[in-house]
């Protein structure tokens, strides 16, 4: 095991699974933790809540199609949603570092108003701390998240069966690619911007159509794709097949990947998700997220199947087949 | 207004008070965060729930009688109880530094896993980031918490009437002392600890005891005592009037702040609480507090009174009456 934290740690790939099973998993080990969903989904009298966290320290703060604030609110109305919640209310813990400027904290915490706003979610409860200079980067914003599972929702890994279909919302790689863009020591041109959005309403428009034949939902942020979809396969014990042909990648985003050799299936987004649902209701699904704006690409990319438990297959555009690893290393620090 | 944060922005005292009042309040504003309690209280369905986020950015990360993990529990614990309910579940979202020692880590994952324990809440969801050496200190840790508000609980600041009187848990002090001792820099000899330690079953016994006629409770976290019950004398439009002889400070706390030159009326406490109680319960309010192990030097220290609202007057060991103000400055920088 490593003796010091390093960037892979944080990359949301097989580093950090290897971190969060490693230790913290088993230290504060209890029957909703231990499920790895998106979101906690805890029991309260009657009600059934979700409850999540993101720490948000993307640098740079400001890139196209977003900000630090917005995608700290976003991301946790997102990992809500992935629970099949209605989110409500978010908390917002913010970690300063000394001399950062008063116009940017303004520009950010108008932007996390908007973004709160506009998804109809309450910032009730905060806390503000401020570090000496060089001590943090800029800022550091933590949101926590609140919600109402639906009462159609019945979703997590442990309802993916084999046979299910595998669909994405949409194309891959833009937030991670604008970050990139965003970052002074490239000097690609395109116009790709972040995806960031509130996936909640998207998500409901899902259950209400196929109820509980939406069997798992997953948000493929930090590692992308391919490791939200290994994670599923090793939380269900399935294996998962998908078909490169049909993932779909902005033009903008494909080039950028082929200068930086990288590969869009272990980009970060930040308003995709990945529904796994009833083969029966497939079609049904694909129609209901196209209708919606935030689905308007959707497509079927994959199957599940038994065997073999926790892999994940790509049959790529050529026509082989090859395994799809967990996000390994971390090429890009601090995506989100 | 500033334009750039300084540390005072940070020390939980006026700065703190006016930057929360200067941005955060107005983007966000609603009936909820508008209350600016130490937790949210929120309705969901028919359940009174509690909701409420601290960050800990401490230095150091170990000191006498805790550390920065079980800060974390305690702290959201404690706000939450502070809205007199019940700590169920806590998120925990973890800021790492590249380089970071794993063994520390561990033992920080360890005290938090034992403070949850002990208090018996669950870590129910995470978050793990890692940012480069120098853009961080280590490791901050973000809590975020829920709990269920007690059927007979009435608190918060509205609650707060003319005649009440208000008590106070313990000594002061304690606990920035601890923190203060534990810097390199000092050389000053004691046996303060830290008092970091979760009050929700003290806040328990009193309002079995007590009801309705609790009306306020405060942690006097960063700014101390000073800082909370000028909060207080805001919010509830009240004046406070506080005995300085009545105010416990152990030996150690008295001595180190008068080398230091500080008040340990705005140093921080991590195990102590304000109460404001109805004038007839008192006596019953503060047996209730001795007769808990948390609360055996527990004091009546003041009265609330109609005029001049907002403000907190002391009157003097020798005799005056001076006004007693928030926290102004930040001479303990990153104390929870
Ligand atoms: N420090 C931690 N302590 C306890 N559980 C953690 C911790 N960090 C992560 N987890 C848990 O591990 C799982 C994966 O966390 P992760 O942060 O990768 O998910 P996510 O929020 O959906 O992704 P992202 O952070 O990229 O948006 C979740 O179930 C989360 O609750
Ligand atoms: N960044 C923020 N955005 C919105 N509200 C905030 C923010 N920071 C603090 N608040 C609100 O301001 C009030 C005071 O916050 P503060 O953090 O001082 O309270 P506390 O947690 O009880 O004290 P401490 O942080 O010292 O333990 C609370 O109602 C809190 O919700
Ligand atoms: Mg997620
Ligand atoms: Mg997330
Ligand atoms: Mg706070
Ligand atoms: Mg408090
Ligand atoms: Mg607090
Ligand atoms: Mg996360």
Redesign the pocket.
């Known amino acids: 095991r490593d003796e010091h934290v390093t960037l892979s740690h944080g990359s949301?790939g097989k580093a950090?699974h290897n971190l969060?099973e490693g230790i913290?998993?088993p230290a504060?080990a209890n029957t909703v933790?231990d499920?790895?969903?998106?979101a906690?989904t805890i029991t309260i009298g009657e009600q059934r809540l979700a409850f999540?966290t993101?720490s948000y320290v993307v640098n740079p703060l400001f890139f196209a199609g977003g900000d630090i604030g917005k995608l700290a609110v976003h991301?946790t109305i997102n990992?809500l949603s992935?629970a099949g919640a209605d989110p409500l209310y978010l908390s917002v813990g913010i970690i300063l570092e000394e001399g950062f400027s008063m116009e940017q904290l303004k520009r950010i915490v108008d932007s996390m108003a908007r973004a709160a706003h506009e998804a109809g979610v309450l910032i009730v409860t905060g806390d503000t701390k401020v570090v000496q200079r060089n001590k943090a980067d800029g800022i550091f914003i933590n949101t926590a998240g609140v919600g109402v599972v639906r009462a159609t929702a019945n979703v997590g890994q442990t309802q993916v069966q084999p046979g299910d279909r595998v669909l994405l919302s949409g194309a891959i790689g833009d937030h991670g690619v604008a970050i990139m863009m965003a970052r002074e020591e490239l000097d690609i041109e395109t116009d790709v911007e972040s995806d960031s959005a509130p996936l909640h309403t998207l998500v409901a428009a899902l259950l209400d159509s196929i109820g509980t034949s939406l069997h798992c939902l997953?948000?493929p942020?930090?590692?992308g794709v391919a490791t939200a979809l290994n994670e599923i396969a090793l939380g269900a014990e399935v294996s998962i097949a998908l078909d490169e042909q049909s993932i779909p990648v902005h033009e903008g985003v494909r080039g950028a990947c082929e200068i930086l050799g990288l590969d869009p299936l272990t980009i970060?987004n930040e308003g995709k998700l990945l529904a796994i649902v009833a083969p029966e209701v497939e079609q049904e699904a694909l129609k209901v997220l196209r209708s919606h704006p935030l689905g308007r690409e959707a497509m079927v990319i994959g199957t599940v199947q038994a065997e073999p438990a926790g892999m994940v297959f790509l049959r790529t555009d050529i026509g082989g087949t090859r395994v799809l690893d967990m996000l390994v290393g971390d090429p890009l620090p601090r995506i989100?």
């Open positions: 949301g950090t969060i913290f998993a504060f933790l499920r790895m969903e998106d906690a999540t993101d991301g990992d992935m997953k948000d942020t930090r590692g970060a989100c």
